[in-house]
């Protein structure tokens, strides 16, 4: 089973291995830019049957530069388009196409989106099944 955080792991990994310095989303400040995070912005899941659901996933990459200017801000969207526009990227023993990317300027920061889907077994809730004790083994032949 593929996890969330096991993709947003695998896009900061691309991210670091193309140069830049990838953060934990949970800092505020006292970072150095540039800088870029990676946050899970929406997800779904719908149940196709008992074995199998359709997961849809956006993470977001908030790429923070240390110089605004405009030109600079268009080159690095530029780079960041094209390291995920046809990437395959691996998760595991899996490996995701990204399905669309979307870009954002904010305040003189990119914000990129990556939307995802992808089918994977769903989540069994703890105690659904209660196991027995077998009563008897019958010996049928067939």
Request: glycine share 6%; proline share 3%.
């Amino acid at each position: 089973m593929t996890t969330l955080l096991s993709i947003k792991q695998a896009i900061g990994e691309v991210l670091e291995q193309n140069g830049y310095k990838v953060f934990a989303s949970e800092v505020n400040e006292g970072f150095s830019k540039p800088a870029c995070f990676v946050e899970l912005s929406d997800f779904a899941s719908q149940v196709m049957n008992n074995y199998m659901a359709t997961i849809t996933a956006t993470f977001d990459v908030l790429y923070v530069p240390q110089e605004q200017t405009h030109e600079h801000i268009i080159v690095v969207a530029d780079e960041l388009q094209r390291l995920f526009c046809n990437l395959s990227l691996e998760v595991g023993d899996r490996n995701f196409n990204i399905d669309s990317i979307n870009g954002d300027i904010e305040e003189g920061n990119i914000r990129l989106s990556l939307e995802f889907s992808f089918a994977d077994e769903p989540i069994e809730p703890q105690g659904k099944y209660k196991e027995y004790e077998v009563a008897q083994n019958l010996g049928l032949e067939v």
